[in-house]
């Protein structure tokens, strides 16, 4: 069993910043990756970026020089450093377990999700 809880979320204008955090419990020896996904109303969810626990870090053209995903061991938390935000980057923001398979990352029934948290971004 593993638990993820995000936090972090708020209300920001365009070009502002927020931190989230996914913090982990329970059986963290289990985790292949953490990946953040978002979620907006009428739109498709979409992986945002991803964090192996090797430290290897991939990111969604979208976000790529403006988010980034770090960890902290110790904590057991993975956060994402939103910079620059946008009014499309208005979204409900999760954390997941998951993993990469040769080019692809999934997750499956047996991965676990936090239970999301709001950005939004104003113009």
């Known amino acids: 069993q593993v638990q993820l809880v995000e936090s972090g979320g708020g209300l920001v204008q365009a070009g502002g910043s927020l931190r989230l955090s996914c913090a982990a419990s329970?059986?963290?020896?289990?985790?292949?990756?953490i990946g953040w996904y978002r979620q907006a109303p009428g739109k498709q969810r979409e992986l945002v970026a991803t964090?192996?626990?090797?430290?290897?870090?991939k990111y969604a053209s979208s976000v790529k020089g403006r988010f980034t995903v770090s960890r902290d061991k110790v904590k057991a938390t993975v956060y994402l450093q939103m910079n620059s935000l946008k009014p499309e980057d208005t979204a409900t923001y999760y954390c997941?377990?998951?993993?990469?398979?040769?080019?692809?990352?999934?997750?499956?029934?047996?991965?676990?999700w936090g239970q999301g948290t709001q950005v939004t971004v104003s113009s």
């Open positions: 964090i192996s626990t090797t430290g290897d870090t």
């Open positions: 329970g059986s963290t020896f289990s985790i292949n990756a």
């Open positions: 997941c377990t998951g993993k990469w398979s040769g080019s692809s990352y999934y997750t499956g029934p047996s991965d676990y």
